[in-house]
Nanobody
């Protein structure tokens, strides 16, 4: 069993900042990648940022320079620092993990999501 639990969403005005956190817990042997997806109403879920092996990062073009993903391997936690938020960033943000369980099973999954709303 693996659980991904997000926190840190909320309401913010344009130009504001939020920091999302996600903790992975359960029967985890190793984590290859953690990241964040988002889904706005009526739109497909899209990859926002991902960090692999704790070093390599990739970002959605529209968030480059504004969002920063980081990871604490000792806590199985991934963060997303979101600055200069825009109304277009409004969405449910989902934590993602690609990991190996202690039963030698590859797991890909998302958390329950946390709402981020940017409003004037």
């Amino acid at each position: 069993q693996v659980q991904l639990v997000e926190s840190g969403g909320g309401l913010v005005q344009p130009g504001g900042s939020l920091r999302l956190s996600c903790v992975a817990s359960g029967s985890i042997f190793s984590i290859d990648a953690m990241g964040w997806f988002r889904q706005a109403p009526g739109k497909q879920r899209e990859l926002v940022a991902i960090i692999t092996n704790g070093v390599t990062t990739n970002y959605l073009d529209s968030v480059k320079g504004r969002f920063t993903i980081s990871r604490d391997n000792t806590k199985n936690t991934v963060y997303l620092q979101m600055n200069s938020l825009k109304p277009d960033d409004t969405a449910v943000y989902y934590c993602y993990a690609d990991l190996q369980t202690t039963s030698d099973v590859r797991y890909h999954g998302w958390g329950q999501g946390t709402q981020v709303t940017v409003f004037s």
